[in-house]
């Protein structure tokens, strides 16, 4: 038994070491000389994005979890499916990713191949872009690392049980995490990104209308949740994850879960579980305590799987290969 314990340490080990490689490679000055005004070209395609829709925020955001969660930030969530290859965007797990990411970082990278051709790849613009969408909703402003390529692969079949799920556990989480050198407080920080966007009744009508009811929902709450979602199915409309600040990345995500308003389960666990609530209860008091948290977990997951030399390329439309 030990020694199998210690055979799944060094896998996990591996793995975490695995997620990071190429990471060195990157740097917030990459483009300093190349293409000095490609973070303002990306910026100015998120405001005007942002200002069509607060949709932009969430999407985006989340666009930028799904893809490096599964095979790297390589921008493969990105790639159209072709007959006889479904990609990344097809699986059953990112149906739910929404236009206004994908558009955003096309858009982004039409400007920025008009200033700049051949020369940034889309998974690096999909990362400012990200930063971006959270700091002109009110989070905080990081460098971001940049010298990222684009990955050469993108299968829809690689994407079955690399996200975390709504009825995930905190320990399937961890493990989740862990593969890919994060930890439980990196969960906690990264799990804010739910204080914009919005989630499908789907998602979370077991926690209102089981038998019986999530008894971890504040009922308030679990009544509003019943006049936005029908009891049986019929529809399935989307929901705003943060009703009291829904345009804002801010702390109210972690006072929402004090008060048994984390819409979705593996939200709420985060409060409900002692590992975690110390922290949840630190960030929900102090802003600048969870923004230093959440950039330090978004500068980490900004590195997993980062492909570079002969692993990938600049592409130069972000949703076909070359």
Known sequence: MAR??????????????????GASDLSPGYYGSSCPNLE??????????????????GSTIRLFF??????????????????????EMDADDNKSLAFEGYETVR???????????????????????????????????YPVELGRLDGLSSTASSVAGKLPQPTSTLNQMVAMFRAHG????????LSAAHTVGLAHCGKFRDRVYGSPADATLNP?????????????????????????????????????????????????LLYNDNRTRPLVNSWANSTAAFSRGFVAAI????????????????????????
């Open 182 to 189: 994060l930890n439980m407080s990196d969960i906690v920080a």
């Open 66 to 87: 799904h893809d490096c969660f599964v095979e790297g930030c390589d921008a493969s969530v990105l790639i159209r499916s072709t007959p006889g290859n479904p990609t």
């Open 220 to 268: 308030k709450y679990a009544a509003f949740l019943r006049t936005k979602c029908p009891a049986d199915g019929s529809s399935d409309p989307m929901v705003l994850m943060d009703q009291a600040t829904p345009a804002l990345f801010d702390n109210q995500y972690y006072r929402n879960l004090q008060d048994g308003g984390g819409l979705l389960a593996s939200d709420q």
């Open 4 to 21: 199998r314990s210690s055979c799944m340490g060094l896998l996990v080990l591996i793995l975490a070491l695995s997620a990071q490689l």
């Open 107 to 141: 858009v982004a990278k039409e400007a920025v191949e008009a200033a700049c051709p051949d020369l940034v790849s889309c998974a690096d613009i999909l990362t400012i872009a990200t930063r971006d969408a959270i700091a002109l909703s009110g989070g905080p402003f």
């Open 299 to 322: 500068v980490k997951l900004g590195r997993v799987g980062v492909k570079s030399g002969s692993d990938g390329n600049i592409r130069k439309q972000c949703d076909v290969f070359n």
């Open 40 to 57: 303002s070209i990306v910026r100015g395609v998120v405001t005007q994005k942002m200002d069509d829709t607060i949709r932009t925020i």
